[in-house]
């Protein structure tokens, strides 16, 4: 944008930058105070109040959560989850996406219909459940992987990236004798890799950040994955309800337990975020919702 | 050969037919891996998303579980019938309604003033630092998002109340206090909604043709003119198209969200349609019941989607569809 060196249009820039420089900070302020708090010692929290860069550094918190096998246990069955998850979900999502983005496919019409539609209506949660339930799935791990295989969304998006692949270069394939399996793994996959990283991305947050599916289908509690364990940590024992879950005689972990709980269940996506950030306002501009 | 001709004409739409057939035969053929691809996904959604709404008719039922869908009596609207006779369920409907107001009035036009903003940075530096920032929380999942706001407003050693204290107000026990419920909500959804809602807008308004500011500054267009005559028209569309979708999301708010602030306290204004089907149902086991609730709700929403699909069509806009 051409610059604008007018007073006013000066006064207009700085302010538009305080503000969004305060909006920016609000917005990674609450996480940053978690991040500090658990690093700290209850009492030193309890006195300073606001901890942006702890004074007193402490590990108790984090020795706390991991003297028990319970948040091991939930990592590993989000680690696994995630990774096996995502794994599937890019093998269907971009095997069916490339099918229906080949213009000379009959039907692909009806099916991508039938997708959308999924969009817009839906059977709702009970006679989900009852699927899932009458497959055998209930606590069992591919109750969290299997029913949210494919995300229409996802897959629209993936299926408008493949179909912007110039033509030409599947027919000269095709000339070489490739099938379309080599197509699609020779030649679209590695021309598509910004697109496939954003979608695994969405995919990994998704299975990471797993609690609905995993409420509604684990009836056992030693399958908890680390999303549905730390509500139980900081969610229930907020002494909201005192007939909840949780067992009254137990006192409500301290706030630094909760913050590195927090923590915890927080880092692995930050964690993997700044890798593929770079890809997602392509990713959106690709998938620009039309069809 | 003129016999031949003559004959053949007759013959033509025959024959074309036939080769017609017979070429979209081929054309299958040659395709059958492309539905080979096809078939896993076309067979979960057929299992995940069709079969369930299958399911919806047990909403006609009386349906037990141990007798299945084929086993069950049927009881017509009865359960339909019941839902608009109790007092609950139209409490449920209002606050349901009210939490769909608040996401279309207060959320969202904030993404769309905040693209604006970041547009208006120079310096791809400093844009690029709040974008990555304002994402951010998107990839907290509720649970998450939930847990740190209680960690900041809880009532012993939560940051809010401490800052009352030291301004010397009072303190609020903002999870228990039902009128604290609807804030809370919005500001949540805002705070973890509203940097990735952007994303679209900028990448639309990236779209716009630079010549257009240049001729506007020639006729001596100040900045918020330029955003009030170029920008906001060359976003519309897709104003528009998210507003549908928004709008589809009618009475689907996120489950897990409103689950997760849910307590017995502000059950009066927090239960909401998908967290009463998730109890009824599952938990009291009323599934034809409950079906019947999700049902009404699916129903609504793709009617009202049809129906501002059909409109922004009306204007000449392009609709999601």
Redesign the interface.
Known sequence: MVEDRSFTGRLFAALNFTLLAIIALITVLPFIHVVAGSFTTSAELAASKFVLIPKVWSFEAYKFIFSTSTIFKAMGVSIGVTLVGTLVSMFMTSLMAYGLSRRDLDGRKVVNFMVVFTMLFHGGLIPTFLVVKELGMIDTYAALIIPSAISAFNMIILKNFFQNIPEGLEESAKIDGCNDFGILFKIVLPLSMPAMATISLFYAVTYWNTYLTAILYLDDSAKWPIQVLLRQIVVLASGLDHSATLDGVVPPPDQTIKMAVIVVATLPILMVYPFLQKHFAKGALLGSMKG | MQEVTAQASTAQPVLEASRNKNE?KK??WR?R???V??A???L??I??????????I?SFQDYK?YNGIMGSNWVGMKHFNRLFTEPDFLNILKNTIVLFGLNIFIYFPIPII?AL??????GNF?KR??Q??????H??????V???????V??D???IN??LV?FGFEKINF??NPSWFRPMYIIQVI?REA?WGT??Y???I?AID?GL??AA?MDGA???RQIWHITIPAIRG?II??FI?KI?SVLDLG??HVY?LL???NREVAEII?TY??TA??RQGQ?SY??AI??F???I??IL?MTVNKISKKMGE?G??
């Open positions: 979209v054309r299958i395709n891996w492309l539905y691809m096809i896993p996904g076309l979960y959604f299992i995940f998303k069709y079969l369930p709404m299958y399911g919806l047990i579980p905040l903003m970041l547009n208006e940075l120079r400093f630092i709040f990555s920032l304002l994402y951010i929380p990839f907290m999942s509720w649970v998450i939930v847990s740190i706001s209680f960690v900041m809880t009532m050693g939560g940051i401490d800052l030291f999870l228990l705070w940097g994303i679209i900028l990448a639309s990236a630079p500011y240049e500054r100040g900045r918020l897709v198209t998210l979708l589809g489950f897990e997760l307590n017995s306290m998908d089907v998730y149902g599952l599934f409950s079906t999700g049902f709700k699916s129903v929403g793709l989607v392009e999601v569809y």
